[in-house]
């Protein structure tokens, strides 16, 4: 299928197309862009839509590499006809970010990859090939994860060579190469951005976290005289009335963490916590979690609003609703989503969701105060 975009003839605006691994990063990296109008967000595969700026979440972190290509083909066509096509990637690395990047860069004929996973919003750092996660803001500060071994030999590993840049404003001159500029603070990112103004901009696959896609909305939106900023948003939450119900299924030890400063449970609000005690293989996982799901759209009254934790939660959610697609705005609070699903048994619910790596130990609960579900105790 051949994708076309009238809306950037009419507009003379830059088309961006997101291809995301999961659920939670393709809307995380949706409310960067959605100061300027809601972004589509579509399952599995690109579906019709005019705007500008469009998203696909893929579901194919945790699938077999062998898999990659089935899953990947549909929305080949679609990422690379457009003005520049980014690769929403996990800022912690999981999955399968090397070798979906080896599979789209050969299989697109891009001139090249920029690859900028860090975030340092969310203290995700990358210097000198190496990644770690330390304090939001403080690359040099203690670190409690490393990525084992360098990017670019992870990238050798899937056959694609690698380069550190001396400068960042001559990235782009590395073509048939995977570029990894240094990236310790917002200006390092916003300057990464930057290159996306220069003409060659587009023949390159753009590859980051929602950090990345955040710093390229900021520099869309001052080619265009707009705003986009990833510490504050204007976009108020609509007030929830009714049966809130928060979901997930994630057993990372931030989300678990901030579960535990949650206070009692107010009249109004339902926590479904349904991650097991012991992790299971991927595909007995996979097969729980959408028997969980398929369970409570089924058998629960419909929800007035939705917070879901986690990307995999998210996914099969929408599956076990039959949701067709999603209509991404921006959101109120920096790292979470806010979407309003389509199609399905709960069509026009408004959800918020997020990664269940991300945020501090009182992200979950401000979330809910925010939607004056949880009232301070302290």
Same mark, same amino acid.
């Given at each position: 299928?051949?994708?076309?975009?009238?809306? +950037?003839?009419?507009?003379?605006?830059?088309?961006?197309?997101?291809?995301?691994?999961?659920?939670?990063?393709?809307?995380?990296?949706?409310?960067?862009?959605?100061?300027?109008?809601?972004?589509?967000?579509?399952?599995? &595969?690109?579906?019709? !839509?005019?705007?500008? #700026?469009?998203?696909?979440?893929?579901?194919? +972190?945790?699938?077999?590499?062998?898999?990659?290509?089935?899953?990947?083909?549909?929305?080949?066509? %679609?990422?690379?006809?457009?003005?520049?096509?980014?690769?929403?990637?996990?800022? @912690?690395?999981?999955?399968?970010?090397?070798?979906?990047?080896?599979?789209?860069?050969?299989?697109?004929?891009?001139?090249?990859?920029?690859?900028?996973?860090?975030?340092?919003?969310?203290? &995700?750092?990358?210097?000198?090939?190496?990644?770690?996660?330390?304090?939001?803001?403080?690359?040099?500060?203690?670190?409690?994860?490393?990525?084992?071994?360098?990017?670019?030999?992870?990238?050798?590993?899937?056959?694609?060579?690698?380069?550190?840049?001396?400068?960042?404003?001559?990235? @782009?001159?590395?073509? /048939?190469?995977?570029?990894?500029?240094?990236? *310790?603070?917002?200006?390092?990112?916003?300057?990464?951005?930057?290159?996306?103004?220069?003409?060659?901009?587009?023949?390159?696959? %753009?590859?980051?976290?929602?950090?990345?896609? %955040?710093? *390229?909305?900021?520099?869309?939106?001052?080619?265009? !005289? !707009?705003?986009?900023? !990833?510490? #504050?948003?204007?976009?108020?939450?609509?007030?929830?009335?009714? @049966?809130?119900?928060?979901?997930?299924?994630?057993?990372?030890?931030?989300?678990?963490?901030?579960?535990?400063?949650?206070?009692?449970?107010?009249?109004?609000?339902?926590? *479904?916590?349904?991650?097991?005690?012991?992790?299971?293989?991927?595909?007995?996982?996979?097969?729980?979690?959408?028997?969980?799901?398929?369970?409570?759209?089924?058998?629960?009254? +419909?929800?007035?609003?939705?917070?879901?934790?986690?990307?995999?939660?998210?996914?099969? *959610?929408? &599956?076990?609703?039959?949701? +067709?697609?999603?209509?991404?705005?921006?959101?109120?609070?920096?790292?979470? /989503?806010?979407? &309003?699903?389509?199609?399905?048994?709960?069509?026009?619910?408004?959800?918020?969701?997020?990664? /269940?790596?991300?945020?501090?130990?009182?992200?979950?609960?401000?979330?809910?105060?925010? @939607?004056?579900?949880?009232?301070?105790?302290?």
């Amino acid at each position: 299928m051949e994708f076309k975009d009238d809306q +950037r003839l009419r507009s003379g605006m830059k088309t961006w197309h997101i291809l995301a691994d999961d659920l939670t990063g393709a809307l995380d990296s949706a409310a960067a862009w959605a100061d300027a109008g809601d972004v589509p967000v579509f399952l599995d &595969r690109p579906g019709q !839509s005019a705007q500008t #700026v469009q998203v696909v979440a893929t579901g194919t +972190r945790d699938v077999p590499p062998a898999s990659l290509p089935a899953l990947l083909t549909p929305s080949l066509d %679609w990422l690379v006809a457009t003005d520049n096509a980014f690769k929403k990637i996990d800022s @912690l690395l999981r999955g399968n970010t090397c070798n979906e990047i080896a599979w789209l860069m050969r299989s697109g004929h891009f001139a090249g990859v920029v690859f900028a996973p860090a975030f340092p919003a969310q203290g &995700r750092f990358t210097a000198r090939g190496c990644h770690w996660v330390a304090p939001p803001h403080q690359p040099h500060g203690p670190r409690t994860h490393e990525q084992a071994g360098t990017l670019v030999q992870a990238f050798a590993n899937v056959g694609l060579s690698a380069h550190i840049p001396t400068r960042v404003q001559d990235s @782009l001159q590395d073509t /048939g190469k995977v570029v990894i500029p240094d990236i *310790l603070s917002d200006h390092d990112l916003d300057q990464v951005a930057g290159l996306a103004a220069q003409p060659q901009a587009r023949r390159w696959l %753009w590859c980051g976290s929602a950090g990345l896609a %955040w710093a *390229l909305a900021r520099q869309a939106a001052a080619a265009t !005289s !707009s705003r986009a900023s !990833s510490e #504050v948003s204007t976009a108020p939450p609509a007030t929830a009335q009714g @049966l809130t119900l928060v979901l997930t299924a994630s057993r990372h030890p931030v989300l678990r963490e901030q579960l535990r400063h949650l206070p009692s449970p107010v009249a109004g609000t339902n926590l *479904l916590d349904l991650a097991e005690a012991q992790p299971l293989c991927p595909a007995e996982a996979k097969a729980r979690l959408m028997q969980d799901m398929h369970t409570i759209v089924t058998s629960r009254p +419909r929800p007035s609003t939705l917070v879901v934790v986690g990307g995999d939660t998210l996914l099969a *959610l929408c &599956r076990a609703a039959d949701v +067709r697609s999603l209509q991404a705005s921006a959101s109120p609070r920096a790292g979470w /989503g806010r979407a &309003r699903l389509v199609g399905g048994l709960w069509d026009g619910l408004t959800c918020y969701s997020r990664s /269940g790596a991300f945020g501090p130990p009182d992200d979950l609960r401000a979330l809910l105060d925010t @939607l004056s579900l949880s009232p301070h105790t302290d």
